[in-house]
T-cell receptor
């Protein structure tokens, strides 16, 4: 049973560019949440997707957007990258009927120069 | 609003000694609580969770935690530390009435195990 997978594993971008990160949830899961983990910090909730819609959003600007596909996979898009967007981006999946437990992927490490 | 405080950003213990990582939470509703472990350059792995059943929760790798409502605490313990326990540990809280169960994480505690 494959767990949560994310791609790419690492990414280097320059300020002002746009980036797309991808996540495939654990088999049987239908809900995807995204978190940003800055160096030395705990993860912070960006948003959650369920039934292809954004269900809740954390305190992140509109430069951060997402999408969920019919197969439950998800993308996180960040526009107009800032140096401060450098972080580990974690995807977590869960089953809507047992949402309390989220399973995390290995993350995508984004470096903005 | 919910929040989590992890006391001690770095904890060192000798191999075989007791591990105690502290977590205090703030929540206006009965919370769900979690401990995750993160090894270098990896994602988060669930150690254990409290979801309003037994207050003493046993997890993987010999870890356990006790929910104490009166102290608003959910400290993580392990009787005997092993070298492989060296990692970063995160406590998280979620609101089971929110509909999304988004996690609020603490800032983490880095555990070092000394030979």
């Amino acid at each position: 049973d494959a767990g949560v997978t994310q791609s790419p594993t690492h990414l280097i971008k320059t300020r002002g560019q746009q980036v797309t990160l991808r996540c495939s949830p654990k088999s049987g899961h239908d809900t995807v949440s995204w978190y940003q983990q800055a160096l030395g910090q705990g993860p912070q909730f960006i948003f959650q997707y369920y039934e292809e819609e954004e269900r809740q959003r954390g305190n992140f600007p509109d430069r951060f957007s997402g999408h969920q596909f019919p197969n439950y996979s998800s993308e996180l898009n960040v526009n107009a990258l800032l140096l401060g967007d450098s972080a580990l981006y974690l995807c977590a999946s869960s089953w809507d009927r047992a949402q309390e437990t989220q399973y995390f992927g290995p993350g995508t490490r984004l470096l903005v120069l | 609003a919910q929040s989590v405080t992890q006391l001690g950003s770095h904890v060192s213990v000798s191999e075989g000694a007791l591990v105690l990582l502290r977590c205090n939470y703030s929540s206006s509703v009965p919370p769900y609580l979690f401990w995750y472990v993160q090894y270098p350059n990896q994602g988060l792995q669930l150690l254990l969770k409290y979801t309003s059943a037994a207050t003493l929760v046993k997890g993987i790798n010999g870890f356990e935690a006790e929910f104490k409502k009166s102290e608003t605490s959910f400290h993580l313990t392990k009787p005997s530390a092993h070298m492989s326990d060296a990692a970063e540990y995160f406590c998280a809280v979620s609101d089971p009435t929110s509909g999304t169960y988004k996690y609020i994480f603490g800032t983490g505690t880095r555990l070092k195990v000394l030979a």
